[in-house]
Structure formats: C-alpha cells, structure tokens
C-alpha cells in the first residue's frame, strides 16, 4: 500500500479481534512518535503502552466505556506535560549542547527564543503541550496505517479517572489522548467497509 492507499484503508476501528500486533511493528510506531516534530523539538509528552488486561479492563470501567478498547492488541495513552520549567528546558539544552556540539552562544539564543513561550502569560501551557501531543497522536496513526495495523484515536473519555488510574501527578502530567491498536474485526463492526467522509479538495485547500 501507498501512503494514500493506507489512509483511505484506516478507519477510527470501533471493534477489533484483539489478535496482537508483533512487537517490531509497535516498535515502527514507537520510533514515529519519537521522531514526530514538536515546536523547539521540546517534546512535551509521554506515552503510556500496555496491553495488560487488567488495566484496559479498568480504563474501559472507570475511564472510556468504548469496547475497543478491551478488544484492541495494545493502548498507548498520550500524556502531555503541563508546565515546561526551567529543570525540564535546561536537559533539553543539555542534549542539544551533547549531540550538535553547539556553542554557548547558540544555546543562549536558543534559550531566549523558547522562554519567550513559556514566560508568555497569554499562552496556556498546557494547552501548547496538548497541541504537541496530537501531532505524535496523527503521525502514529499514519505509522499504524502504513503497516496495516488499525487504529482508533480516542477522546472521549473520562480524564481525571484516567489520570487517577494511572496515578499520574496532575500537577506535572495528564492523559489527554489515546490511540488503540490492532486489527479491525470486520463483520463486526459496521464501520468497516463505509465510504469516508472527508471534504472535496477545493472546499479545503485554497491555492493562492
Ligand atoms: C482526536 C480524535 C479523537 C477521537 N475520539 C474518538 C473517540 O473517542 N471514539 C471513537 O470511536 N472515535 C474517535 N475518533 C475518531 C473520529 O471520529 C474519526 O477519525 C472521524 O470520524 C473520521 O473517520 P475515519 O478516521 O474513520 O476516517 C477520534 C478522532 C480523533 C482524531
């Protein structure tokens, strides 16, 4: 499959046969979400992988009553951060320094550009984070199509339960989306062989 083969093949899969996905192809899709670009490069997020039962079962009874996910091969829940300090900024530097060998000079600049963000009382931090977090969220789901692997990106769920589930510190991090995965079970589910609906070229692209 091409890549638009791929993405006219993937669906939001409402039911899955929970088969597993072999673990070089999660580890494709773990790599892509390490390799998604974020603004500064900060990459403000982490990912949760399981596939435990014991937890889908309470994520689904506490947090997302929505059956795939007891049926999916594994979860990834995405947390993103919700404050950017002056710990976290100062290691991401380090590494920068480390791998690119860059001046002081450099860093400085570099510093002075990403403080300008985070010292911005009008910019939400958290809300800035969440952005960043759904991109790896799109490129994990073209990753996952690419391999034929199905997926299902998932909102609508009870976060604080979520939050309190995986016994996060709120006050650094929150889940704020998921992505299951595995393969479509596709007599049950009534999705499966339904035409998509996406906008015409021409009500969505404006070429100027
Ligand atoms: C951020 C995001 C959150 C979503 N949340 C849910 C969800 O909670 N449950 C669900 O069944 N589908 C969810 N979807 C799937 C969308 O409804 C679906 O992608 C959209 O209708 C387009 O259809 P398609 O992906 O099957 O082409 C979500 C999609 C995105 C991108």
Sequence with gaps: MNLIEALNWRYATKRMTGEKIVESDLDVILETIRLTPTAYGLQP???????????????????????????????????????????YLEGYLKEMKRLRNSTDEYIDGYR??????????????FS???????????YATVAAATL????????????QALNRALKL???????????????????EDKLANLPKIRKPMDLLVERI
Excluded at 47 to 61: G, I, S
């Design 128 to 138: 800035w984070t969440i952005r960043q977090t759904y991109i790896a969220l799109g």
């Design 45 to 87: 997020f982490k990912v949760v992988v399981t596939q435990k039962k014991e937890l889908l079962d309470e994520v689904f009874e506490k947090s997302c009553p929505q059956i795939v996910i007891k049926q999916c091969s594994h979860l990834l829940i995405f947390k993103a951060r919700k404050k950017l300090d002056s710990e």
């Design 169 to 187: 510190d709120t006050d650094r991090e929150e889940a704020v989306v998921m992505l299951t995965l595995g393969y479509r079970d596709g007599k």
């Design 148 to 159: 034929g692997i199905d997926s299902t990106p998932i909102e609508g769920f009870d976060a």
């Design 112 to 125: 002075s550009k990403i403080l300008k963000v985070i010292d911005d009382p009008r910019i939400n931090k």
